[in-house]
């Protein structure tokens, strides 16, 4: 890339920095040139990084009044308070999935934009959402997990497959008015008494919405019982406005026109099958005598796809994490892409002709060459995924924070709102540090290895 | 090996066939790009849908009944002060935030590159260490002495940025000025510019393009914070912070949280068109930082 | 920024002070009215509308006695403002308190003038005893309750109800019917904005008050007693078998991620999303405004059933008039304002209610805000928000104590012992007790 600053940011240190730093003549002195030069931003970095690290530490081991000694009690209190475990928890999940799956996302589309000619289209696309807040990125998320198929887009396109796979039924979420007469079978009924022919069957439906009925319905009717048949009435079994008696036919119930009735014999098989009519009524003729189960099959009362609730309680943190690689994905493709573009095209091409598939230069070649850059993004993306806190708290609603809370988020929440407990938030903060020291004296180690 | 003459004896396919063979990779990118735009023009759309609809029909329906798009959610947004304050607060937030590490650690760089002093190594050890620390560790303390000093929100916010900067650009500077040739500098020293003078008219303008990266990136880090902008702005919050305080009733206020989502990211994405080249590698060299 | 207001409300004050000395030297103005010439400075929250209509009140005020009677706005943080004023030593004659808990801090700290006997003995005859006892504080008589809130109003879309053949219910038994007549028309029967932890503070706080009754109402606002009592347990029992999935719209989950003005608009619409909303007086303004709705004929109210035959109860908010000065256009306000002339002005402006016995229910411009004032005055109990008067750590804050507590709670009804200890570990931590 340019010859000003390093693509890769190899955990912070450039590589060149391993150059020894230029010596002045001059024997090393402090001078007021060097005290100019060096105290504003001293002072910056004194006030407002070095004096908080120490107060901080100093302050998680006193209490929330900040007045008495505690030990270690505010650590006590992170480990082992509910909510706090529970943002810990949800880091792991977030430090496992996360790194690995952009890092991963990110060698895939890297190497192959290598094939296409509108590869600065694609990477552009996928850079865009680095360039933006990540509370705006959490909007732009919360409006796509929006629950209901009608709303969100998410779940629309899921309810266009899974509505396209199970065909709703007319009447969803309807249920018998006299449980005691019927009973479920999967998700359709089937009346608990036998029938023969000439006896007449009645199921009286509620809880489903009046919308469901189709506008060709009629008022229901008691039918009347036909020697050498069986038939029956399925009808709305709540008369509007009240004053119905539950099991009868009252006058202005309606009946529910297309509803599937079958008659299954004592083995279970279906020995006869038709649909009801406008008032809801239903016969079966051509019967052998014998004794047969009424059953409304379960494609009657199938639901529409209802939508998945990405922000509920148990699938937020996965939700969450997946607008996070939506965001990071471009990071990892244009850093390891920079790498890519650097690497030998002989070696791989040489690769190529030696014989090797596709897969095999990957996998033997590519693969190799790429992994410090690969460690680099990887350590990169730990360090931002520990100190996660704008997206969860966009995208989560109110009520699932407990949920979906991570330790940066809990120290926000803990210090700085409801009660403001600055001991157990040190305590958190100085936690959130010691994970990144790691990556502290990596850098350390690097530039003196380099400047040796 | 000779690769190259090999690869002169390979075959060449025509383009056709090479095309047909990637179509599983441009149907790939072509889901891919749906993927990654769709959310955004989600967004976009919402924002210019009246708030009724949004608990009734999904967005994309605006494309078969245009009707439902007007601009008055973004008339709304500026008939009140609070947003539209907020855009103001940023761009008040985010330039000194920029500014001002600028300044502190061109000056710095330069004497960690340029000067000699006993103890440079260890401050500059010191320096590498500190780009790491995790801006949560220095909340508590500073909300502590702001709340005995109390200037006004938008001095704590950016003095805050401002500070946390100072590590990462110093190290990115000094980076850059390893790169100027040293003669250069000798030079001048000979000519009898003293080192001030050597800074501002001889390095500083050298040092654009490691200015300009930077810069940028700050920037954008700045105006797109939420967090710092939380625990300090007071009443004078950022758009950040302003959309967040909108977000306790979603449903109900997506009018005002899209809109207003939607224009914070035009100052992030124009700048993102304009200096491509730089933002990509100021956000490379800065994605560590705390 | 709250540097700057409290600095112009410091000025305010001192201006209005030396102003107010003058005043008093002077000699008594050649009027029929009594005050002629005097001066009186009232602060409150209000601003906008409620502002200008409170202005009205004091156009009124000073038409009758000759004094005038100037309005200071505070925002919300009236406590603060109050409390700089009152440490520089120049309170405004009269404020307007939003929350009782103020009342009795500024109280106790010894701010406030106890009110005379001729204000006292007005309050006596206009209103129900309870308002009387939320306004002494040691035996002291300190604030006239001027406006007050119902927030024991539960809201119902008509034509779902008539669908359904209900009527509204008057005891919890009751509802529970009604709410499974109205499942089984088709229609979910209850709307919950459980995403905002405060609408689920209210629904317990009404139980609460029926169920445990007001004594333990105050004590559990006090802390005084555990939130592991058996009384919150019970209440929890009570609220656990009227929230069942199958009765709410969206089930529980649904319920935790709905809004309150969302859950307010769900029972809108033509089939509605439910039939049945609770919360305060002020959804009435979301019905007829984003809702369009028509009062009567597309909505109305219940009040919130009684429980075991509990006595009508309102459980609400109210603001409070008292006085730091002895100014005796003050004094005079004061008992203006408890006067039912004082209440119908705004009364009849709208978005307002009063607990004043003699008010003219006539003058309420719809019937809606007219029965909402009658169950404030009819109230033989009334308690304020428990929640408000709890500190904001375990009342008001969203995301931490109560709040999040009872949406946890929401999450498994059930699990109730679980749900009343950490109740109790927040409000310790809270209360610091």
Not at chain 1, 379 to 398: C, E, G, S, Y
Not at chain 2, 266 to 283: D, E, K, N, S, T
Not at chain 3, 138 to 162: E, I, P, Q, R
Not at chain 3, 334 to 357: H, R, T
Request: net charge neutral; hydrophobic share 50%; aromatic share 10%.
């Amino acid at each position: 890339m340019s010859t000003t600053v390093s693509a890769a940011p190899a955990a912070g240190v450039d590589e060149r920095l391993g150059r020894a730093a230029q010596a002045p003549r001059q024997e090393p002195k402090w001078n007021l040139t060097t005290v100019g030069f060096l105290l504003p931003a001293g002072l910056f970095v004194g006030l407002f990084i070095v004096y908080p690290v120490i107060a901080t530490v100093i302050r998680s081991f006193f209490n929330r009044a900040g007045d008495s000694f505690v030990g270690f009690g505010n650590y006590g209190q992170v480990f082992s308070d509910g909510r706090t475990l529970h943002a810990l928890q949800n880091n792991i999940i977030w430090v496992v999935i996360f790194p690995a799956a952009v890092t991963g996302l990110g060698v895939l589309f890297a190497v192959l934009l290598e094939r296409v000619p509108y590869r600065l289209l694609i990477r552009t696309l996928l850079f865009m959402p680095m360039a933006v807040s990540l509370l705006a990125s959490g909007v732009i998320w919360r409006i796509m997990y929006q629950q209901s198929p009608d709303t969100g887009a998410l779940n629309a396109v899921i309810a266009s497959v899974a509505n396209a796979i199970t065909h709703p039924g007319h009447y969803t979420g309807a249920a018998p008015s006299q449980p005691d007469l019927v009973q479920a079978v999967g998700d359709g009924y089937q009346l608990n008494q036998s029938l023969a022919p000439g006896d007449v069957a009645h199921v009286g439906l509620i809880r489903f919405p009046v919308a469901e009925i189709p506008a060709s319905a009629r008022p229901a009717q008691d039918p009347a019982p036909q020697p050498g048949k069986i038939v029956g009435v399925v009808w709305r079994d709540f008369k509007p406005g009240g004053g119905g008696q539950v099991g009868q036919v009252d006058p202005g119930e309606s009946g529910l026109p297309d509803m599937t009735v079958q008659l299954v014999d004592p083995k279970g098989v279906v020995a006869a099958q038709t649909q009801s009519d406008a008032t809801g009524d239903f016969a079966f003729g051509n019967l052998n005598g014998g004794s047969y189960f009424l059953v409304l099959p379960a494609q009657n009362f199938h639901p529409p796809f209802g939508g998945v609730q990405w922000l509920g309680s148990s699938l937020v943190t996965p939700a969450i994490i997946l607008a996070a690689i939506w965001v990071w994905v471009g990071f990892a493709t244009v850093t390891i892409g920079a790498g890519l573009a650097t690497m030998s095209r002989d070696l791989l091409e040489a690769a190529r002709v030696d014989g090797a598939t596709e897969w095999q230069v990957f996998r033997r070649v590519t693969v190799p060459l790429l992994s410090p850059l690969m460690i680099v993004v990887f350590i990169t993306l730990v360090i931002n995924v520990l100190k996660i806190f704008d997206l969860v708290l966009a995208i989560a609603p109110q009520s699932v924070i407990p949920d979906a809370n991570v330790i940066a988020l809990q120290l926000f929440l803990v210090a700085f709102t409801g009660l403001g407990d600055f001991g157990i938030g040190s305590a958190i903060a100085v936690f959130l540090f010691l994970l990144v020291i790691p990556v502290m004296g990596f850098n350390i180690r690097r530039f003196r290895g380099g400047e040796a | 090996m000779g690769t190259r003459a090999l690869e002169i004896v390979r075959p060449r396919r025509p383009t056709w066939v090479r095309l047909a063979e990637n179509v599983p990779i441009h149907v790939f990118f072509i889901v891919a790009g749906i993927l990654w735009a769709i959310p955004a023009i989600g967004l976009l759309v919402t924002s210019l849908r009246p708030v009724d609809l949004f608990n009734v029909s999904g967005w994309w329906t605006a494309f078969g009944a245009p009707h439902q798009l007007s601009l008055a959610n973004y008339h709304s947004l500026f008939a009140s002060s609070l947003i539209a304050g907020s855009f103001v607060n940023s761009v008040l937030i985010a330039v000194p935030a920029t500014v001002i590490p600028v300044v502190l650690a061109t000056m710095a760089a330069y004497a960690f590159t340029w000067l000699n002093f006993p103890g440079r190594t260890a401050l500059f050890l010191l320096l590498i260490a500190l780009m790491v620390v995790p801006l949560q560790m220095a909340l508590i303390p500073i909300a502590q002495v702001y709340a005995v000093f109390g200037p006004p929100g938008i001095v704590r916010v950016f003095l805050f940025h401002a500070a946390f900067a100072v590590p990462y650009a110093t190290f990115l500077f000094r980076n850059f000025f390893l790169g100027i040739p040293h003669e250069l500098l000798e030079s001048a020293r000979m000519d009898g510019a003293r080192d001030a003078r050597i800074f501002t008219s001889l390095i500083l303008p050298l040092a654009f393009p490691a200015i300009a990266s930077f810069a940028v990136f700050q920037f954008l880090w700045v105006w797109n914070d939420l967090l710092v902008g939380l625990v300090f702005a007071g009443n004078t919050p950022p758009v950040t912070v302003a959309i967040l305080q909108q977000m306790r009733n979603f449903g109900s206020s997506v009018d005002v949280i899209s809109a207003a989502s939607f224009l914070s990211l035009i100052p992030p994405l124009l700048l993102f068109f304009a200096f491509q080249r730089y933002f990509v590698q100021g956000l490379l060299a800065g994605s560590v930082k705390g | 920024m709250k540097g700057r207001s409290a600095l112009r409300a410091l000025v305010l004050g001192v201006v209005g002070a030396v102003v107010l000395t003058a005043c008093g030297t002077g000699s008594t103005t050649p009027s029929g009215k009594p005050l002629a010439g005097k001066k009186v400075e009232i602060a409150a929250v209000w601003s906008k509308d409620e502002q200008k209509n409170f202005e009205a009140v004091l156009a009124a005020f000073s038409d009758k006695t000759g004094a005038t009677a100037t309005f200071t706005s505070t925002g919300d943080k009236i406590g603060t403002v109050l409390g700089s004023r009152i440490a520089s030593n120049s309170p405004p004659d009269v404020a307007v308190l939003p929350q009782p808990g103020l009342l009795h801090d500024l109280a106790v700290k010894g701010s406030l003038k106890e009110l005379d006997s001729a204000t006292a003995s007005l309050v006596s005859q206009n209103y129900a005893a309870v308002w009387k006892d939320l306004g002494t504080v040691n035996g002291k008589f300190y604030g006239v309750f001027y406006k007050a809130a119902n927030k024991s109003t539960v809201w119902y879309n008509v034509k779902a109800f008539g669908q359904a053949g209900v009527t509204p219910p008057k005891s919890i038994d009751d509802a529970t019917r009604v709410l499974t007549t109205l499942a089984a028309s088709g229609v979910k029967p209850l709307s919950i904005g459980g995403a905002d932890g405060w609408t689920l503070t209210d629904w317990f706080e009404n139980v609460y008050l029926r169920l445990a009754g007001p004594d333990k109402y105050d004590a559990l606002t006090k802390h005084t007693i555990k939130w592991t009592d058996d009384s919150v347990k019970a209440t929890l029992r009570v609220l656990a078998a009227l929230f069942q999935d199958q009765l709410i719209a969206g089930g529980r989950s649904g319920a935790l991620q709905t809004d309150f003005p969302t859950s307010v608009s769900n029972i809108a619409g033509n089939p509605p999303k439910a039939a049945i909303v609770y919360e305060g007086d002020f959804v009435e303004g979301i019905l007829t405004g984003t809702a369009h709705m028509t009062p009567i004929t597309d909505f109305n109210f219940f009040p919130f059933p009684d429980i075991n035959g509990s006595p009508p109860s309102v459980m609400g908010g109210g603001d409070v008039v008292v006085r730091f000065t002895d100014n005796p256009a003050a004094v005079e306000l004061v008992k203006y304002l408890a006067s039912p002339e004082a209440a119908q002005i705004w009364a009849a402006k709208g978005g307002f209610s009063s607990a004043n016995k003699k008010v003219d229910l006539s003058v309420y411009p719809d019937p809606i805000a007219k029965a909402s004032a009658q169950a404030l005055v009819n109230a033989q109990v009334f308690r304020f928000d428990m929640s408000d008067q709890a500190p904001a750590a375990f009342g008001g804050t969203t995301g931490s104590g109560e709040w999040a507590d009872l949406q946890a709670w929401l999450k498994a009804p059930n699990n109730i012992d679980a749900a009343t200890a950490q109740l109790e570990k927040d409000a310790a931590a809270a209360y610091g007790s």
